[in-house]
């Protein structure tokens, strides 16, 4: 079997867990590990021996037998790291966000488009069994029509030095909910106050608006005594909670809901139903090694990820409109997306 070599770019929170899946899988050779703080890289060498360590990625842009790179670095150096990797003609797999700014997303598919690489932006996500679960359950209309979407998302930490609440943890709801809705919001609005370091805010609450009347709301926060990860989704026949924490049962689909029912001409009279609670069979398997295989297949195939351009820009385009509507007190921002 021929090992494709592959870098990895920063050993912070989200590398250790790059690396352990990259070195698991069989047809991928695990060949460098890139980091500015050394003493991380020492540590490193007992779990993975075989392993070349740098404090300089710059090498790897011209080694010829490297021609995949996964970066895990500050949001903050994304878009110029995945720039500076294609130009050199390599796939890459990027932790979201892709960059912080439309612009920034141009430039880099301007560049997709001269050298035809792979680009998989790392929405783990979506390579979530539950999620997919989740997916399947609306498309199947078993809630019937999705009438809103109710987000939080919580915890004491993890304090990101470059960005906002909304670029760390807003990436996974909006992901989330574009993948379900298959259907990019019109408009957004948002809310968010810095309570510890001044112009990083740590608490946001996003509106997302569509044309049909649907509305997502989305809470998220550093600042909460304890971890949450809820997603409550109304629908015009059933409800359903997804609840990432649960050990178990992370979805619970509640045959509950309103019924209309007309007495006489002009008059309704509502009818509160309440069912069964059902809790549906969800594989176990970690999302981060099928994002990890998903981008094995794509290099060899040469096939579009799961999680590809598309998707990174549609993330980034509601997140930047919210930024523009914190500096404008929560203003409603038009998203005029253009797929690109």
């Known amino acids: ?6 870098a990895l770019i920063g050993y912070g929170y989200w590398g250790p867990n ?10 991928f050779d695990l ?13 490193l060498k007992e779990k993975f021996p075989q392993v070349i360590t740098s404090s300089d990625y710059s ?12 970066i895990a670095t500050p949001v903050s150096t994304h878009y110029l790291l995945v720039k500076k990797f294609l130009l050199a003609g390599k796939d890459v ?12 997303v ?6 997709l488009r001269q050298k035809k690489n792979v680009l998989l932006v790392g929405h783990t996500f979506l390579y979530s069994p539950p999620v997919i679960k989740m997916k399947e359950i609306i498309e199947k209309k078993i809630l019937g029509d999705i009438f809103y ?3 939080s998302r919580l915890n004491l930490g993890l304090f990101q030095p470059d960005v906002s609440v909304i670029w760390d943890l807003g990436p996974h709801d909006v992901s989330i909910i574009i993948y379900w809705l298959k259907e990019m919001p019109v408009a957004v609005s948002c809310v968010a106050q810095s309570y510890i370091r001044r112009q990083i805010t740590e608490v946001a609450y996003l509106t997302l608006y569509w044309k049909n009347g649907r509305m997502a709301h989305i809470h998220l926060s550093w600042l909460a005594p304890g971890k949450l990860r ?4 109304i629908g015009s026949k059933k409800m359903a909670v997804y609840n990432d924490i649960e050990p178990t049962e992370k979805i619970k689909i509640y045959d509950q809901g309103v019924v209309k029912n007309p007495e006489s001409f002009g008059e309704f009279q509502l009818t509160y139903r309440s069912g069964d609670i059902l809790s549906p069979k969800v594989e176990s398997q970690e999302p981060l090694k099928l994002e990890c295989l998903d981008f094995l297949n794509c290099i060899k195939t040469r096939k579009s990820p799961k999680s590809d351009l598309t998707l990174g820009q549609q993330v980034v385009e509601v997140l930047a409109a919210a930024e523009k509507s914190v500096r404008q007190n929560g203003k409603a921002i038009k998203i005029l997306y253009e797929k690109i």
């Open 1 to 6: 079997m021929v090992k494709i070599p592959v």
């Open 18 to 27: 790059l690396a352990r899946n990259l070195a698991e899988i069989p047809e």
């Open 31 to 43: 060949r460098y590990i890139v980091d500015i703080q050394e003493k991380k890289l020492s540590r």
């Open 59 to 70: 090498r790897l842009l011209t080694d010829p037998e490297v021609k995949s790179v996964v």
């Open 93 to 104: 797999l990027v932790e979201k966000p892709l960059a912080l700014n439309t612009k920034q």
């Open 106 to 111: 141009r430039e880099i598919e301007k560049i």
């Open 149 to 151: 979407i109710d987000s």
């Open 230 to 233: 809820r997603t409550v989704v």
